[in-house]
């Protein structure tokens, strides 16, 4: 039998996931572009949120290296202000040279004690950016390290639409969203972010009702015992179900 569209992409909505929550964002601006409507829900829902910013953000523009990484780190503390982040960390690891090292995992691990979030959010191991993807890792593997955090891990979408399991209504919220987004003026003369977050945002309604404008994607990770990619994969035969059958 052929699976229905929604046996693989939510058709509804969910609640927001508890709280506290810690957000690993690559680079600064990242929190915002994938998942800034769920944080200013969060803040209006009284939700502790903690954002921990991995990289430096260095190759993200050009001219002086260290002028840069001070704009990017006034740019994302603004931002976080803004969406209601109760606390900011950033780690400054080489932007472009993410690597998982057992110094950044013990580093990762420890402000996951301290805060003891409930929900971990990291990019989609999908993504395209090597620092997204061996971000997603470095939260799994640190937060598997604790046996004494009860704790929800989710993965979100920055600039492609991955396998989701769970959707969350921004709509309420979207221009306050996209207002931040230009808050990281250093980065919207790189690329075209802000139509980029526009239209995974858009995307994300596709299964919604037609008064939506705005969603965001998400990944539950129910097994602690499987790997990202293990779980990941375990979606892909459920297209070709019934085919050729």
Same mark, same amino acid.
């Given at each position: 039998?052929?699976?229905? /569209? ?11 996931? %508890?709280? %506290? ?27 502790? &949120? #903690? ?7 260095? @190759? ?20 976080? =202000?803004?969406?209601?982040? #109760? =606390? ?35 990019? &989609?191991?999908? /993504?395209? #950016? ?10 799994? @593997? ?20 991955? %396998? ?21 003026? =250093?980065?919207?003369? @790189? ?13 994300? &309604?596709?299964?919604? %009702? ?13 097994? #602690? =015992? ?20």
């Amino acid at each position: 039998m052929i699976l229905e /569209e929604s046996s693989l992409l939510p058709y509804f909505t969910s609640e927001l996931p %508890p709280g %506290p929550w810690l957000v690993f964002a690559p680079h600064p601006d990242d929190e915002t572009f994938g998942m800034g409507g769920s944080l200013l829900l969060a803040g209006k829902s009284a939700i502790e &949120t #903690h954002v921990v910013f991995v990289t430096d953000g260095a @190759q993200g523009g050009d001219g002086d290296r260290e002028e840069l990484i001070r704009r990017r780190v006034k740019e994302a503390k603004d931002a976080s =202000s803004v969406l209601g982040v #109760h =606390s900011t960390h950033f780690f400054a690891e080489p932007d472009r040279e993410l690597a998982l090292t057992e110094g950044l995992l013990n580093k990762t691990a420890e402000i996951l004690r301290q805060i003891r979030p409930a929900s971990i959010f990291f990019p &989609t191991p999908m /993504e395209y #950016h090597p620092d997204h993807r061996v971000t997603a890792e470095l939260a799994w @593997q640190s937060a598997n390290r604790i046996d004494e955090i009860d704790f929800n891990c989710y993965s979100y979408e920055i600039s492609t639409l991955a %396998p989701i399991n769970l959707l969350l209504d921004v709509t309420e919220v979207a221009e306050r969203k996209y207002e931040v987004v230009k808050m990281y003026a =250093s980065q919207l003369t @790189q690329a075209k972010y802000l139509a980029l977050v526009k239209a995974v945002d858009t995307a994300r &309604t596709f299964s919604l %009702p037609m008064d939506r404008m705005a969603a965001e994607g998400f990944f539950y990770y129910a097994d #602690h =015992s499987a790997t990202l990619q293990e779980q990941l994969l375990r979606c892909i035969p459920r297209y070709f179900q019934g085919i050729g059958n």
